[in-house]
């Protein structure tokens, strides 16, 4: 009777330890560990550079966004080097290159099994312009080496496998400061699309 109730109790306690390690191991593959992600993309940006009104333009170049994800389906940490150009700008064939160096934060709601993810993003840094736009004799941007600039909007990825996405597309306002002698502002529209590749 007593060896009964020995193996009644040890039994209870193996099947005990089998559903906590179950649970465990659940809790472990439901919860996935904070990712980094790496975003090669095509940009299209347009510009108003030179002063007063829209004499606008359109710039293309490339871009690369780094991003780690703080926890799932929240935020994270994102870093974003973007260069365009534009040659021919105005009757004065003015060519620039603009360069954006910008990091923030980006939030990702949770979509579950979707395969489309949309996300939103806050970036502040610098921006850098060359060319004869601001280098020439009159110049119509001064002080071009460097510039407060903010990147605010979002995108929408298509996941394609556990290592890579489609970035389907990116919009973004991008304000840069430089001097123009006349609002010091340039409002540009960044549109964007590209390769995620996930780590």
Same mark, same amino acid.
């Given at each position: 009777?007593?060896?009964?109730?020995?193996?009644?109790?040890? *039994?209870? *306690?193996?099947?005990?330890?089998?559903?906590?390690?179950?649970?465990?191991?659940?809790?472990?593959?439901?919860?996935?560990?904070?990712?980094?992600?790496?975003?090669?993309?095509?940009?299209?940006?347009?510009?108003?550079?030179?002063?007063?009104?829209?004499?606008?333009?359109?710039? #293309?170049?490339?871009?690369?966004? +780094?991003?780690?994800?703080?926890?799932?389906?929240?935020?994270?940490?994102?870093?974003?080097?973007?260069?365009?150009?534009?040659? #021919?700008?105005?009757?004065?064939?003015?060519?620039?290159?603009?360069?954006?160096?910008?990091? !923030?934060?980006?939030?990702?709601?949770?979509?579950?099994? +979707?395969?489309?993810?949309?996300?939103?993003?806050?970036?502040?840094?610098?921006?850098?312009?060359?060319?004869?736009?601001?280098?020439?004799?009159?110049?119509?941007?001064?002080?071009?080496?460097?510039?407060?600039?903010?990147?605010? !909007? !979002?995108?929408?990825?298509?996941?394609? !496998?556990?290592?890579?996405?489609?970035?389907?597309?990116?919009?973004?306002?991008?304000?840069?400061? +430089?001097?123009?002698?006349?609002?010091?502002?340039?409002? #540009?529209?960044? *549109? #964007?699309?590209?390769?995620?590749?996930?780590?």
């Amino acid at each position: 009777m007593r060896i009964r109730i020995k193996a009644e109790f040890v *039994l209870l *306690l193996a099947m005990m330890a089998v559903s906590g390690s179950a649970a465990i191991a659940q809790q472990t593959t439901d919860k996935p560990k904070p990712r980094a992600e790496l975003a090669l993309s095509y940009d299209y940006l347009r510009s108003n550079a030179p002063p007063g009104g829209c004499t606008c333009f359109g710039l #293309n170049g490339g871009s690369a966004t +780094f991003a780690w994800r703080v926890r799932p389906g929240g935020f994270a940490a994102v870093a974003d080097v973007s260069v365009s150009h534009a040659s #021919n700008i105005s009757s004065n064939g003015y060519d620039l290159t603009l360069g954006t160096y910008t990091a !923030g934060a980006r939030y990702t709601p949770k979509v579950g099994n +979707f395969p489309l993810q949309p996300f939103g993003q806050l970036l502040v840094g610098v921006a850098h312009a060359s060319g004869s736009l601001v280098e020439g004799r009159t110049p119509a941007v001064s002080d071009a080496n460097a510039a407060f600039a903010t990147n605010i !909007g !979002g995108g929408l990825d298509l996941h394609a !496998g556990r290592h890579f996405s489609f970035r389907v597309l990116e919009a973004d306002y991008v304000l840069t400061t +430089f001097a123009n002698g006349s609002n010091d502002h340039q409002n #540009n529209l960044r *549109l #964007n699309a590209g390769l995620v590749l996930h780590f």
